[in-house]
């Protein structure tokens, strides 16, 4: 990619309102802490359209900055877009407004131009780790840094890219010990409950490069052949080209050519799934709650009514929020179904006791509003198509239960990109479509809770590294000194499993 041109683009989201606080980012050290959190990351260690801009805010602004812009003239005349209806488009929009499920969904997987179909890339460490021969846990991150320093400089050495998107998952730093503690789960629960009667059919949403498949085939056609003989596996993959990435995998080599006859591919949406499962199946779906779109509500303070985001986004391609009291169907259930079926408490923006809510209101320049919070909606759709459509499924799934650095707000998400082989967050989840990654926290109490009331299922939650105590013969990713990498990283995730 031309060096020249990635410079004039970043210059372009620097200078972006919602993005200006990038110039002053603190630099990001070189270091990875030895009990880092789990990241997707390696970290090597407005104008208006006429012209105008008036000083008062709208009844409709949300009033965060001294003085913005009132943008409530465009807010009227400008159409309302869904994330559906912006697919076919190849250039982003402008003189919209959306939902900001509908902006952060067009973010991620806009076919056009979306952060999934056309930046990620995920890392291969090449040969597995031998973590046994390894003295300790930071020799593991020296040997990941150099082998994340070969992969990049091969892709640069083919076609140089300064905004490369690269993350990693836990399924290619640990391969194949953690796919063989999924499969070894599968595998004995499938045995117990529907070996007599069913095939073991298995679901993964979104496979990535297709590791994890592998690792899991492998894994039972070596040490359950009579079970392999009886095995599905499909992957549902948004991405055109990781869906043609996975197909690949499957004709690499002689030994992954005998799983074709056992995979497919299907190279869809999620949410446009219409086929009726009738039968017993299995659904992984690892770590991709978090690029779930979520809706984002703000309360009045004073009333506690709430209010949800609208993102407008002018002529010159700068984003406004906006709330409104008008809340959506989905947005509006999700509130119902979450007041109905959460019997634990959560965090939320209402939280502090009424009294100080309205002191904090009352000083000067105080946001009218609360602080906003991000709900899911999305994964709760996601729910309702495990039950309508997959109502005999068994749901695997694990994900961030918390992040650092995220944006201000509740259940809030990170927003990040990589440019020049640094990860650079941001404050903000409104910036350009496409060049972020934007992944949010998940609440595994209040997610169980919404899961239980629309499945019926039961289910239990668990940290990673109990999980893997369980499933994973973890002495495989064990050091000399005893540290275990695959155990304490992703110590910031959890794991649910329903019956």
């Known amino acids: 990619m031309d060096s020249p041109l990635i410079s004039q683009v970043f210059r372009r989201l620097l200078s972006h309102q919602t993005c200006s606080r990038l110039r002053y980012h603190t630099p990001i050290t070189r270091h990875i802490p030895a009990k880092a959190p789990g990241r997707r990351y390696y970290r ?12 008062q805010t709208s009844d409709w602004q949300q009033r965060t900055d001294i003085f913005p812009p009132d943008k409530l003239k465009d807010y009227e005349r400008y159409p309302m877009v869904t994330a559906d209806m912006l697919r076919s488009r190849r250039e982003r929009p402008r003189r919209v407004k959306m939902l900001a499920r509908d902006f952060i969904e067009d973010s991620l997987y806009n076919p056009n131009y979306g952060y999934f179909p056309k930046q990620v890339v995920i890392f291969s460490p090449g040969e597995p780790f031998d973590f046994n021969s390894m003295a300790n846990e930071p020799q593991f991150h020296k040997q990941l840094g150099k082998r994340y320093t070969a992969f990049e400089d091969a892709l640069d050495a083919d076609v140089p890219n300064e905004t490369r998107q690269l993350w990693h998952t836990p399924t290619e730093l640990f391969r ?38 592998l690792n899991i085939l492998d894994y039972i056609r070596d040490m359950h052949p009579d079970v392999y003989a009886r095995t599905k596996f499909k992957v549902i993959e948004i991405s055109t080209a990781l869906a043609s990435l996975q197909t690949s995998q499957l004709t690499r080599s002689a030994s992954t050519r005998g799983h074709a006859e056992h995979v497919e591919i299907i190279n869809r949406s ?44 002018d002529n010159s391609g700068d984003f406004f929020e906006f709330y409104s009291k008008q809340i959506d169907p989905v947005a509006s259930r999700f509130l119902r179904v979450r007041n109905a079926a959460c019997s634990r408490p959560f965090n939320h923006p209402l939280g502090q006791p009424k009294v100080i809510r309205n002191l904090k209101s009352r000083l000067p320049f105080a946001p009218n509003l609360t602080l906003p919070e991000y709900i899911p909606t999305r994964l709760m759709q996601f729910f309702d198509i495990l039950r309508e459509h997959f109502p005999y499924h068994q749901l695997l ?16 998400p990170v927003v990040q990109t990589r440019y020049q082989r640094r990860v650079v967050p941001v404050s903000t989840p409104y910036v350009q479509q496409g060049f972020f990654d934007i992944l949010f926290p998940t609440s595994f109490e209040t997610m169980e809770d919404i899961y239980r009331a629309i499945t019926g299922k039961l289910t239990r939650v668990m940290s990673h590294e109990e999980w893997l105590r369980r499933w994973a ?21 959890s794991v649910m499993i329903s019956t």
């Open 397 to 412: 799934t694990s994900d961030f239960h918390s992040l650092p650095d995220a944006v201000p707000g509740f259940n809030a």
């Open 473 to 493: 013969y973890v002495e495989d990713s064990a050091t000399r000194s005893g540290e275990n990498p695959m155990l304490s990283w992703y110590k910031n995730s």
């Open 44 to 55: 090597s260690f407005n104008d208006d359209d006429d012209g105008e801009e008036r000083s």
């Open 270 to 313: 999620i949410f446009a799934w219409d086929l009726y499962v009738p039968v017993p199946c299995y659904f992984l779906a690892l770590e991709v709650f978090d690029n779930f779109a979520h809706d984002s509500i703000r309360y009045d303070p004073f009333t506690e009514e709430p209010l949800q985001g609208t993102i407008l986004i």
């Open 176 to 213: 194949p010990y953690y796919g063989e503690a999924i499969a070894r789960y599968l595998v004995t629960n499938y045995k117990l409950s529907h070996y007599a009667v069913h095939d073991l059919i298995i679901y993964e949403l979104g496979a990535g490069n297709g590791t994890m498949m």
